[in-house]
């Protein structure tokens, strides 16, 4: 893994996402590896096309933590928009808890991550008046090497989940990527929705996920290919999944469909 060091003119961001005013990206790239990953578009912009393969790289803005002193701004703050806050390097750079540590403790903060290396920070997390944690579960059984290499398992994030709820941090389950035959939506939420206050659900977008991952996912999972590619075919599945959703009960805070 590559680890380009900058120093970045700002830390917050404002975002279109659905929900957060400001995002916070300690990190840009990542080491985790995922196929499908939606931010590989970051890479086409300055030098990063420079760098290498997407996924062996990753930029980090080592003065990040000094910008976060003491700053306050209006709204919701999410970290993390276009890379993973506790991705490998984290464990070494501690980018995350520098900002953490320093970012005024009445931010609304909201973080998004695949790894279990977030419950290293719970002494910091339960300082915020209002902070959430969420963990990308997903499922892929057998096939979470392939999609994505070098994260945690979803056993990990879902013992972390646990924890969070334990030491009475508002927790969620991200479930995402749904791919069609790939995942089984209904145990996933069986299996987390002891440890969390709401899920989130996010249907896999094939356009950003990018064309080699297309061609990959038509190679080696055709059917799932198929269903995506065809509004029909999708329609069906994402309405049987809306039925599973709304047959457990839980609380929902978005469905995205691409």
């Known amino acids: 893994m590559k680890a380009i060091k900058v120093k ?35 890479a086409r912009w300055g030098k990063r096309n420079s760098y290498g393969r997407w996924g062996q790289w990753v930029e980090a803005k080592i003065n990040a933590p000094e910008l976060a002193k003491d700053k306050k701004v209006g709204g919701w703050v999410f970290m993390s928009s276009v890379s993973d806050p506790y991705q ?37 997390l339960k300082q915020f008046k209002n902070a959430e944690v969420g963990l990308t579960i997903n499922g892929f059984d057998g096939l979470l090497k392939f999609f994505e290499p070098q994260t945690p398992s979803n056993e990990q994030r879902i013992k972390a989940l646990q924890k969070l709820r334990q030491n009475s941090i508002k927790t969620y ?10 995942i089984d939506l209904r145990a996933i939420i069986e299996k987390t929705r002891k440890f969390v206050d709401y899920f989130w659900f996010e249907f896999l977008n094939l356009r950003g996920a990018g064309r080699e991952f297309g061609d990959i996912l038509q190679k080696k999972f055709p059917a799932s290919f198929a269903i995506l590619r ?29």
């Open 8 to 42: 970045a003119k700002s830390i917050f961001t404002k975002t279109k996402l659905p929900g957060p005013d400001w995002a916070i990206n300690p990190y840009v790239g990542c080491g985790h590896g995922c196929l499908y990953c939606y931010a590989k578009f970051m």
């Open 173 to 182: 389950a991200f479930i995402s990527p749904i791919i069609p035959g790939l």
């Open 230 to 258: 065809n509004k029909k075919l999708f329609d069906d599945f994402s309405k049987e999944c809306q039925k599973i959703i709304e047959s457990s009960g839980v609380k929902v805070r978005g469905i995205e469909r691409h």
């Open 88 to 124: 490998p390097v984290e464990k070494e750079l501690k980018l995350t808890r520098g900002i953490l540590e320093n970012l005024d403790k009445s931010t609304k903060l909201s973080i998004l991550t695949k790894s279990d290396l977030v419950l290293r920070d719970i002494d910091l």
